[in-house]
C-alpha cells in the first residue's frame, strides 16, 4: 500500500508541470508568425520520387541545392548531374516545383493557412522522437468550390502537429481524402505527408518529407511515393 501511494505521488508530480507545460494553438501561431523567412538560407536537397500505375513501376532521383536570400529563390545544380551522359536523369531534379521549394525553404506560412479558421480536435501532452511535445490534432477548414463541391461525396481532411515547448513545430501529419461521383463515373483521392521540421533562425525548414498518394477514376488507378529530405548547406559561391 505505501509503495501504491508513493508510485502515484510520484506520477502525480510528473504529470502535473508537463500539464502546466502544455502548449495551445494560440501559442503555435504565435510562433509561426515570427519565422517570417527573411534570413537567407541554404539546403542540400534529395529526392526519390517512385510511381506505379498497376502496370509499370517507375523511379526518379535527384539532388539540388536551394537556396533562399530573403527575396528570391534559386534552384543550384552540380555540374556533374547535367552532364550527357545523365540526361535521363534531369526530370527528376526538377520535380521540385517553386512552390514544393518555398515550402522546403520556410514551411510556417502553410502551416498558418492550414489552421486558420480550423478546428481543434484534441490536444495532448506527447512525445516525440525523444523529446517532450504537445500534439495537437486539426480540422482544417474546407475551401468552397460551388462548381465542384457537389460532386463529391465524402471528404476528410486532417493535420497533426507535434511541438516543442517553445510553439514551434516538430513534425507534421496531413492526411487528405477526397471521393467524387460525376454521373456513374466514380474517383477518389488520398494524400498523406508526413514533415519533420528544423527551426533556423527565422524559418521553418522541412529536414524531411514523405508523401503517399494514390488516385483512382475511369478505369485508372496510380499510387506512388516522394520522400525529400534536407539538409542545412553552405551557401554556394558566385
Known amino acids: 500500500m505505501h509503495f501504491r501511494s508513493a508510485f502515484l505521488a510520484a506520477?502525480?508530480?510528473?504529470?502535473?508541470?508537463?500539464?502546466?507545460?502544455?502548449?495551445?494553438?494560440?501559442?503555435?501561431?504565435?510562433?509561426?508568425?515570427?519565422?517570417r523567412g527573411e534570413t537567407?538560407?541554404?539546403?542540400?536537397?534529395?529526392?526519390?520520387?517512385?510511381?506505379?500505375?498497376?502496370?509499370?513501376?517507375?523511379?526518379?532521383?535527384?539532388?539540388?541545392?536551394?537556396?533562399?536570400?530573403?527575396?528570391?529563390?534559386?534552384?543550384?545544380?552540380?555540374?556533374?548531374a547535367l552532364a550527357p551522359k545523365d540526361q535521363k536523369k534531369r526530370g527528376a531534379d526538377h520535380s521540385i516545383a517553386p512552390a514544393d521549394a518555398a515550402e522546403l525553404l520556410n514551411y510556417a506560412p502553410s502551416l498558418l493557412k492550414l489552421m486558420e479558421?480550423?478546428?481543434?480536435?484534441?490536444?495532448?501532452?506527447?512525445?516525440?522522437?525523444?523529446?517532450?511535445a504537445t500534439v495537437i490534432e486539426i480540422e482544417p477548414v474546407r475551401e468552397k468550390d460551388p462548381d465542384g463541391d457537389k460532386w463529391v461525396k465524402a471528404y476528410e481532411d486532417?493535420?497533426?502537429?507535434?511541438?516543442g515547448a517553445d510553439g514551434?513545430?516538430?513534425?507534421?501529419?496531413?492526411?487528405?481524402?477526397?471521393?467524387?461521383?460525376?454521373?456513374?463515373?466514380?474517383?477518389?483521392?488520398?494524400?498523406?505527408?508526413?514533415?519533420?521540421?528544423?527551426?533556423?533562425?527565422?524559418?521553418?525548414?522541412?529536414?524531411?518529407?514523405?508523401?503517399t498518394s494514390s488516385g483512382s477514376g475511369l478505369g485508372q488507378s496510380e499510387n506512388g511515393t516522394k520522400t525529400i529530405t534536407a539538409t542545412i548547406a553552405p551557401a554556394v559561391t558566385r
Open 11 to 35: 506520477l502525480a508530480a510528473l504529470i502535473v508541470p508537463l500539464s502546466a507545460h502544455a502548449v495551445n494553438v494560440t501559442d503555435v501561431r504565435r510562433a509561426l508568425s515570427g519565422l
Open 40 to 80: 537567407p538560407v541554404s539546403i542540400a536537397v534529395n529526392s526519390v520520387d517512385q510511381r506505379s500505375d498497376g502496370k509499370q513501376n517507375g523511379e526518379s532521383r535527384g539532388s539540388s541545392i536551394l537556396e533562399d536570400d530573403g527575396t528570391n529563390i534559386r534552384l543550384v545544380y552540380a555540374k556533374k
Open 117 to 132: 479558421g480550423a478546428t481543434i480536435k484534441r490536444t495532448a501532452i506527447t512525445a516525440w522522437n525523444g523529446r517532450s
Open 158 to 163: 486532417a493535420l497533426t502537429l507535434w511541438v
Open 168 to 211: 514551434v513545430p516538430l513534425a507534421a501529419h496531413h492526411n487528405l481524402h477526397i471521393k467524387a461521383r460525376i454521373v456513374v463515373v466514380g474517383f477518389e483521392l488520398k494524400q498523406d505527408d508526413d514533415l519533420q521540421f528544423e527551426r533556423v533562425n527565422d524559418r521553418l525548414v522541412v529536414t524531411k518529407r514523405t508523401t
